[in-house]
């Protein structure tokens, strides 16, 4: 099974929003909605910031957000803001019954 | 909320088994509510699921490693536990425990082993 698609690096200015994508196939994103979301700042274990597509944990700011077309899954953030810096991992269950991640998406606020 | 801390050697030789230990508080791993799950992220890399454990003891991996590895739970301990045999260089990572509920909610800090001789 292999990895998701994610762009290795996006960037925008603080205030702006970007959205970061998730391509698998109808075997994985496409054919569920387990899709979730983890930023990863440097040195540090990642967080769960989107799960089942488009949820929000308890604690998680509401510029996050999530959305799925098809077998593309997209992360949205809001008001960009400087500790958003971070790289970013999508994961989705698959029909094989295990967990495959996306290869991670740096973002940089400019 | 829960907790998660990884232990065991940071060195493993080439060939032999790399042995984690996950120790969870502020929660039980017979409560039910989690999968625990074994994550590692090779230096520089991304992600790459291991697999995980329901407290009855059933399991599940990720087919590229099962005919390597072992996931085990120890309630009496409130741990879980990881063996990865017959280790090569690309086995290098920093492996992660995580709680699996919702998805991957909560996780250790990480611990880096190195297989080298």
């Known amino acids: 099974q292999s990895a998701l698609t994610q762009p290795a690096s996006v960037s925008g200015s603080p205030g702006q929003s970007i959205t970061i994508s998730c391509t698998g196939t109808?075997?994985?994103?496409?054919?569920?909605?387990?899709v979730s979301w983890y930023q990863q700042h440097p040195g540090k274990a990642p967080k769960l910031m989107i799960y089942d597509v488009s949820n929000r944990p308890s604690g998680v700011s509401n510029r996050f957000s999530g959305s799925k077309s098809g077998n593309t899954a997209s992360l949205t953030i809001s008001g960009l803001q400087a500790e958003d810096e971070a790289d970013y991992y999508c994961s989705s269950y698959t029909s094989s019954s295990f967990w495959v991640f996306g290869g991670g998406t740096k973002l940089t606020v400019l | 909320q829960v907790q998660l801390q990884e232990s065991g050697p940071g060195l493993v030789k080439p060939s032999e088994t790399l042995s984690l230990t996950c120790t969870v508080s502020?929660?039980?791993?017979?409560?039910?509510?989690?999968?625990w799950s074994w994550i590692r992220q090779p230096p520089g890399k991304g992600l790459e699921w291991i697999g995980y454990?329901?407290?009855?003891?059933?399991?599940n991996y990720n087919p590229s490693l099962k005919s390597r590895v072992t996931i085990s739970v120890d309630t009496s301990k409130n741990q879980f536990s990881l063996k990865l045999s017959s280790v090569t260089a690309a086995d290098t990572a920093v492996y992660y425990c995580?709680?699996?509920?919702?998805?991957?909610?909560?996780w250790g800090q990480g611990t880096l082993v190195t297989v080298s001789s």
């Open positions: 502020g929660g039980s791993v017979s409560s039910g509510s989690y999968y």
């Open positions: 995580a709680s699996f509920g919702d998805a991957f909610d909560y």
């Open positions: 454990i329901y407290y009855s003891g059933s399991t």
């Open positions: 109808s075997s994985d994103v496409g054919g569920y909605n387990y």
